[in-house]
C-alpha cells in the first residue's frame, strides 16, 4: 500500500542509483509493510523506472543478489557496510571480517552485481579504535571493484579526508559514486576532477545544507546521480517518515530548481548519468 501520496510523475524516467528494498522491515509492521515488488512498482508509476538495489552485509547482499535474479529492473551492489566491518572486527576479530568480505567477493561476481559497496568510512558511529578496521575493509573492497571491473560505491559519514586519502593512496578503480554526497563545493571539485560520481539524495532538500547545494551547484553534468537510500533520508515534503524510491520525484524536481534546468532536461541526464555508472540495463 501507499504510505505517503506519490507525487506527480516525473517528465522523463530516472533511475534511484542507491536503495534498500529489503529494510523496509524494520520501519514498517504487519500488513503496511510493502514487498519489493509493490515498492518497484510504485517508483514505476511516477517513473523511477529502475533501481540499484544496494546490499551491505552478507545476508542482505544474498538475498539482494537473489531479489535482481527475476527482476530486469533492478541491478545490485554488494559489500560489507563500514559499521558492519567495524563491529565485526570488534565482536569477533579480523579473521571473521576478512571471511565476510570472501563472501562478499563471491556474491560480487554474479552478473547481476554491478557495484561493489556501500563500502568506505563511517566515523559518526565509529569510535577511533575501529578506524583501522574499516579502512582495512574498505581498501579489500576497493581491490574487489578493481579486480571485476566493477563500480565502487563509496559511504563517507564524518570521514572526507581519510576516504579520500585510501581512496587515492591505494589506486580508485575505473568508476566510483559517492553515494549520499555529504561534502561541500571544495569537495565537489576535488572529485569532479577525479571523474567521480556524486550522488544526491533527500538531505540536499534539507533546509539547514547550504553547503551540501553549494557542492550541488558546482558538480559537472555527466558526474550528477540522485537517490534515494530508502528507506532512510526521506526528502521534504516527507522528512521523517520512511522514504521509498517513488518519492524521488520530490529530489529530482528541487534538484532541476536548483540547478536551473528544467525537469525533463536533468531527467534524461540522470538517466543516462546512471546508465554510464553502472552499465545499461
Given at each position: 500500500m501507499t504510505l505517503i501520496e506519490a507525487p506527480e510523475p516525473l517528465a522523463a524516467p530516472v533511475i534511484d542509483t542507491h536503495t534498500h528494498l529489503n529494510l523496509?522491515?524494520?520501519?514498517?509492521?504487519?500488513?503496511?509493510?510493502?514487498?519489493?515488488?509493490?515498492?518497484?512498482?510504485?517508483?514505476?508509476?511516477?517513473?523511477?523506472?529502475?533501481?540499484v538495489q544496494i546490499g551491505c552485509d552478507v545476508e542482505y547482499a544474498r538475498a539482494s543478489v537473489e531479489m535482481a535474479r527475476s527482476r530486469p529492473d533492478v541491478v545490485v551492489g554488494v559489500s560489507v557496510h563500514p559499521n558492519d566491518a567495524a563491529r565485526i572486527h570488534q565482536a569477533e576479530g579480523a579473521a571473521a571480517l576478512d571471511a565476510a568480505i570472501d563472501e562478499i567477493a563471491i556474491l560480487a561476481r554474479d552478473p547481476v552485481v554491478r557495484a561493489v559497496g556501500e563500502t568506505g568510512l563511517d566515523y559518526f558511529r565509529t569510535g577511533?579504535?575501529?578506524?583501522?578496521?574499516?579502512?582495512?575493509?574498505?581498501?579489500?573492497?576497493?581491490?574487489?571493484?578493481r579486480e571485476?571491473?566493477?563500480?565502487?560505491?563509496?559511504?563517507?559519514?564524518?570521514?572526507?579526508e581519510d576516504v579520500l586519502a585510501v581512496l587515492e593512496a591505494h589506486g580508485a578503480p575505473e568508476r566510483v559514486v559517492f553515494h549520499c554526497f555529504s561534502g561541500d563545493a571544495a569537495m565537489?571539485?576535488?572529485?569532479?576532477?577525479?571523474?567521480?560520481?556524486?550522488?544526491?539524495a533527500g538531505p540536499v532538500t534539507y533546509k539547514a545544507n547550504d553547503e551540501l547545494r553549494a557542492a550541488l551547484a558546482v558538480v559537472p553534468d555527466e558526474l550528477l546521480l540522485v537517490e534515494t537510500d530508502a528507506p532512510y533520508l526521506t526528502p521534504v515534503p516527507h522528512r521523517g517518515k520512511p522514504n521509498a524510491s517513488y518519492l524521488m520525484p520530490h529530489t529530482v524536481r528541487f534538484m532541476a530548481e536548483q540547478r536551473g534546468v528544467s525537469e525533463a532536461e536533468l531527467a534524461r541526464t540522470l538517466y543516462d548519468n546512471a546508465q554510464r555508472a553502472f552499465g545499461p540495463w
Open positions: 523496509h522491515d524494520r520501519y514498517l509492521h504487519g500488513d503496511a509493510a510493502p514487498d519489493p515488488d509493490e515498492l518497484l512498482a510504485l517508483a514505476a508509476q511516477v517513473g523511477v523506472t529502475k533501481v577511533e579504535e575501529l578506524h583501522a578496521a574499516q579502512q582495512h575493509a574498505f581498501r579489500r573492497h576497493i581491490d574487489l571493484a571485476l571491473d566493477k563500480t565502487l560505491v563509496i559511504h563517507d559519514r564524518d570521514s572526507h565537489a571539485e576535488h572529485c569532479a576532477e577525479r571523474g567521480w560520481y556524486m550522488s544526491f
